[in-house]
């Protein structure tokens, strides 16, 4: 079966009630911040006392930055001594030329893979804000070690006129990592309830990740509807429900 992760802001601001909640219902992995190398030791140490494993961290990656390779290299040293084999980052051009950031794209792709890690870029502007321009920027970085994470509401929320599997048809083959995020379709519209409670077709995407031998991380990143009460109870019902649903499609048993 496929790795079934939880990405902590799904918690809103009650995340520190995340990792027992988690354990409690069954889902054994989590997408944290990546933490300092020197405070690896204590977040391993607190993911293991509940049975959990981070399947990916969140590493910043800010491109205009001179020391941007030496950053990110600086927490995938963290990143491996986890465990974790893919790492999310979002990442803009910062209005640089695309080349240079192709470049220093395929920098972090090497250092990356000195570690073993792959780099999955978040579905958002301006390198992958759909899957023409996700296709665009695999075809220009051109590195194994540097992948998509695609998010299927994200496509909906930057993007009019789309549907998640559209998209994701168009760069499937180099998706390392996916955000299983649900969305009313509106464009702009801040609305990602719990999965199933949306517009995506989660089994025609599930579909053609089978395809392409895509084995996860699928990680929950339920982020809430504008306007709403955020409580621990909806917070922690959003995710079970969620859980509940991709039961239901056979992505979890």
């Known amino acids: 079966m496929s790795v079934i992760a939880c990405n902590l802001a799904s918690y809103g601001p009650f995340r520190d009630e995340a990792y027992a909640h988690l354990a409690d219902i069954g889902v054994r992995h989590v997408e944290i911040p990546c933490p300092e190398p020197d405070d690896v030791e204590d977040v391993q140490r607190e993911l293991s006392s509940l049975g959990l494993t981070?399947?990916?961290?969140?590493?910043?990656?800010?491109?205009?930055?001179?020391?941007?390779v030496l950053r990110f290299a600086h927490f995938l040293d963290a990143a491996q001594a986890l465990g974790v084999e893919t790492v999310f980052t979002s990442t803009k051009t910062a209005e640089l030329d695309l080349e240079y950031v192709y470049g220093r794209l395929q920098n972090i792709g090497d250092v990356a893979a000195e570690r073993g890690i792959v780099v999955a870029l978040e579905t958002h502007p301006d390198l992958v804000i759909?899957?023409?321009?996700?296709?665009?920027?695999?075809?220009?970085?051109?590195?194994p070690n540097v992948?998509?994470?695609?998010?299927?509401?994200?496509?909906?929320?930057?993007?009019?006129?789309?549907?998640?599997e559209q998209e994701l048809s168009l760069v499937a083959p180099y998706v390392a990592s996916v955000h299983l995020k649900d969305t009313n379709g509106v464009f702009g519209a801040w609305h990602f309830p719990a999965l199933g409670e949306g517009v995506v077709d989660f089994p025609a995407c599930v579909k053609l990740l089978n395809r392409n031998e895509f084995s996860g991380p699928y990680t929950l990143e339920l982020e809430g509807i504008e306007g709403e009460e955020m409580t621990p109870l909806l917070a922690k019902?959003?995710?079970?429900?969620?859980?509940?649903?991709?039961?239901?499609?056979?992505?979890?048993e």
């Open 54 to 68: 981070a399947s990916t961290v969140i590493i910043p990656c800010q491109m205009d930055a001179d020391d941007v």
């Open 130 to 143: 759909n899957g023409a321009t996700g296709l665009e920027t695999m075809e220009g970085v051109a590195h």
């Open 147 to 164: 992948q998509i994470n695609f998010d299927t509401a994200n496509v909906y929320y930057y993007n009019r006129d789309v549907t998640a």
């Open 237 to 252: 019902s959003r995710v079970e429900a969620s859980l509940e649903y991709l039961r239901r499609i056979g992505l979890v």
